[in-house]
């Protein structure tokens, strides 16, 4: 198993930054393919970005490419989102998840593939 924490979220205006960290505990992270999501009121559970157990291919959704970069550490066992040109949309909880899917497969967009979940951080986006 491995344990999940997030961090990092906050309030910004529109246009600034941020950067989510996800640290894991437990097993190794390395071990996982990893995805960060999120959830703003009223809706579901969106995935936002993943990324294979290298950290050498990454993968976005369409509404944060070119703002988002996804990023992994394995020797520090942390992965990493560095949400830039944030908009009052990016509003939501941010979480980090692991999973076991064998390679980048269309199950990582998801959430039912992801057996580990950190328990969110919220980011708050002002116009």
């Known amino acids: 198993q491995v344990q999940l924490v997030e961090s990092g979220g906050g309030l910004v205006q529109a246009g600034g930054s941020l950067r989510l960290s996800c640290a894991a505990s437990g097993r190794t992270l390395s071990t996982y393919f990893m995805g960060w999501f999120r959830q703003a009121p009223g809706k579901e559970r969106e995935y936002v970005a993943g990324?294979?157990?290298?950290?050498?291919?990454?993968d976005y959704v369409d509404s944060v490419k070119g703002r988002f970069l996804i990023s992994r550490d394995n020797a520090k066992n942390t992965m990493f989102l560095q949400m830039n040109s944030l908009k009052p949309e990016d509003t939501a909880v941010y979480y980090c998840?692991?999973?076991?899917?064998?390679?980048?497969?269309?199950?990582?967009?998801?959430?039912?593939?992801?057996?580990?979940w950190g328990q969110g951080t919220q980011v708050t986006v002002s116009s």
């Open positions: 998840a692991a999973s076991s899917i064998p390679g980048f497969t269309t199950a990582r967009h998801s959430a039912s593939a992801y057996a580990y």
């Open positions: 990324i294979s157990r290298s950290g050498g291919i990454l």
